[in-house]
T-cell receptor
Framework: EADIYQTPRYLVIGTGKKITLECSQTMGHDKMYWYQQDPGMELHLIHY???????EKGDLSSESTVSRIRTEHFPLTLESARPSHTSQYLC??????????????FGPGTRLTVT | SQQGEEDPQALSIQEGENATMNCSYK?????LQWYRQNSGRGLVHLIL?????REKHSGRLRVTLDTSKKSSSLLITASRAADTASYFC????????????FGKGTLLTVNP
């Protein structure tokens, strides 16, 4: 069982609201990721971080922003939610220590609906 | 363009049968991983195969990699109803073993 948590699990919010999706892991992993996934579709990497104070944009352009002030915490923020942001957001982490096998551990996801 | 493409998109079999899913990719890879996702939840890592490996086994799972054809296959033997899920391949390429590109997945349904 992966020790990576996401809150909220479900969020329905109106257009224009600011939202923050929380992601925390207790495994001490240095690498963390945010993916966006529409129903029945592939995952798209939108942000990743290889350590504290390090963040990069992923392959899919996103209006969201992220921060990595603490190793265990990688929140994602949307300043002004729009219906096009409706999707599932998955957070993941991985370890890069000498025993790493590069696998990513995923949280349960946040299903966001913007009305 | 998508790095990984799974085939078939959906597969329905009876319990006890074997399930084979294929993944094709476009560029050279460092490693290829298979993940499982139950009903829109988070993904679970199943198995990783490195670019210099041809076959790996883990329990009822067998993964093959053919770098000349840029393809991989995942075989689940003696399937169970609990294997019903979506299966994704993901590739790490370029200078990273960590940054993954996921395919569209195969939806496997195992009927009791």
């Amino acid at each position: 069982e992966a020790d990576i948590y996401q809150t909220p699990r479900y969020l329905v919010i109106g257009t224009g609201k600011k939202i923050t999706l929380e992601c925390s892991q207790t495994m001490g992993h240095d690498k963390m990721y945010w993916y966006q996934q529409d129903p029945g579709m592939e995952l798209h990497l939108i942000h990743y971080s290889y350590g504290v104070n390090s963040t990069e944009k992923g392959d899919l352009s996103s209006e969201s922003t992220v921060s990595r002030i603490r190793t265990e915490h990688f929140p994602l923020t949307l300043e002004s939610a729009r219906p096009s942001h409706t999707s599932q957001y998955l957070c993941a982490s991985s370890d890069s220590g000498p025993q790493s096998i590069y696998e990513q551990y995923f949280g349960p996801g946040t299903r966001l609906t913007v009305t | 363009s998508q790095q990984g493409e799974e085939d078939p998109q959906a597969l329905s079999i009876q319990e006890g049968e074997n399930a084979t899913m294929n993944c094709s990719y476009k560029t050279s890879i460092n490693n290829l991983q298979w993940y499982r996702q139950n009903s829109g939840r988070g993904l679970v890592h199943l198995i990783l195969i490195r670019s210099n490996e041809r076959e790996k086994h883990s329990g009822r799972l067998r993964v093959t990699l053919d770098t000349s054809k840029k393809s991989s296959s995942l075989l689940i033997t003696a399937s169970r109803a609990a294997d019903t899920a979506s299966y994704f391949c993901a590739t790490a390429s370029g200078g990273s073993n960590y940054k993954l590109t996921f395919g569209k997945g195969t939806l496997l349904t195992v009927n009791p």
